[in-house]
């Protein structure tokens, strides 16, 4: 099998239409660096606003550190793949299905999650969270097989972006694409609190000629579209198992309590052809949930009970 970062560039045919025909798109694997995501609450906040921060909320210690990765050294493998069907789009991207079949095998069945043109920002920074919770691939998330950029010349287009364009009513009031921990301050207040986001999330977060993907392993269908399934939703089962999942991120000290709900899980993938689900390192539970979706993710140094607690009244809205 071949790791989750194996792969250096990928080579996509149907991705980007230029004038030249034919030519399929080549994507760099964008090295994330391990600072590229600021703690939330953010700490220059935190110095302003001492009273409204309690200390007892956070863990002394300071976050939870990444543990360390147990994938081999990076390698470079260019994967040759063509788009395939489409699965479906949110704020964020536009998730098609790939065909492996010719490449080198040693790969799952694989997803693309093309950043829509003014999100490349969010997916970018969806690829970190990834890579922080690398033990936790494969066991409540999707393996991730890496994140890719192509700076798009004159004449290059992407036809998934006017193909899947976001319906206006699901724009919300964020289209603006900062980082969520930086959520809800003006770059005014950024200049007083003398703190601003990584500059890479910064150039991302204003690129337009810029493409942006994620490889991710291919989940089953959301428990609402997969039938026979649909009874697991219904039991009193289904707000454990959501809870147990997101409870397995928070001992990373990470929250998606922006987007928790049943819009952002799906099943774990039938193996074979998938790879098998894996016990957590935290509690030994086996998940049957996969989490998507963590551009709004943040990460925390809220201590595990605070988080945990917290993540009861969390999950309990989503049903
Ligand atoms: N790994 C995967 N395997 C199969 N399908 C997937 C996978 N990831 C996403 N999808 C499908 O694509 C859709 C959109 O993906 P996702 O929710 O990640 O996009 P988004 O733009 O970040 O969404 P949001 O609007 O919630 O931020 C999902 O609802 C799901 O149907």
């Known amino acids: 099998m071949q790791a989750q970062n194996a792969i250096a560039t990928l080579i996509v045919r149907g991705l980007v239409d230029s004038t030249t025909p034919h030519i399929a798109a080549h994507l760099e694997r964008i090295n994330l660096p391990e600072g590229l995501v600021d ?10 606003d001492p009273d409204v921060y ?13 543990p360390p990765s147990s994938l081999p050294a990076p390698g470079s493998l260019a994967l040759n793949l063509e788009l395939g069907e489409y699965i479906g789009s949110g704020r964020s991207g536009i ?4 065909d492996t079949t010719g490449t080198h095998g040693g790969l799952p069945p694989l997803v693309l999650k093309i950043a829509r043109q003014e999100r490349c920002q969010s997916v ?34 992407v036809p998934a972006w006017s193909a899947h364009e976001l319906d206006d009513s699901d724009a919300g009031d964020d289209l603006v694409d900062v980082p969520a921990e930086y959520h809800g301050y003006s770059a005014n207040a ?11 999330l910064t150039e991302l977060g204003t690129a337009r000629d810029c493409l942006v993907v994620l490889l991710l392993e291919r989940l089953a269908p959301a428990p609402t579209e997969w039938i026979p399934e649909r009874s697991f939703w219904l039991t009193e089962n289904a707000e454990p198992a959501l809870l147990a999942a997101h409870r397995e991120l928070a001992h990373l000290g990470v929250e998606t309590i922006l987007d928790i709900g049943l ?8 193996s074979p052809p998938g790879l098998p689900t894996m016990p957590s390192p935290f509690t030994g ?14 990460k925390c140094d809220l201590k595990f009970s605070f988080l945990s607690r917290a993540l009861e009244g969390w999950v309990r809205r989503a049903f």
């Open 54 to 66: 309690q200390p007892r909320t956070f863990r002394p210690e300071g976050p939870p550190t990444r």
């Open 39 to 48: 703690l939330y609450p953010l700490l220059a906040k935190r110095k302003a």
């Open 263 to 270: 819009d952002n899980v799906m099943f774990a993938p039938p």
């Open 95 to 98: 998730v098609f299905a790939v």
């Open 190 to 200: 950024l200049d007083i609190l003398d703190q601003h986001p990584h500059p890479l």
């Open 124 to 157: 970018a920074r969806e690829a970190w969270f990834y890579e922080e919770l690398e033990c936790l691939q494969g066991v409540v998330l999707p393996r991730c097989y890496g994140c890719f950029r192509l700076d798009l010349q004159d004449g290059q287009t």
């Open 285 to 298: 539970l086996t998940h049957r949930l996969r989490i998507i979706d963590l551009d709004l993710a943040r």
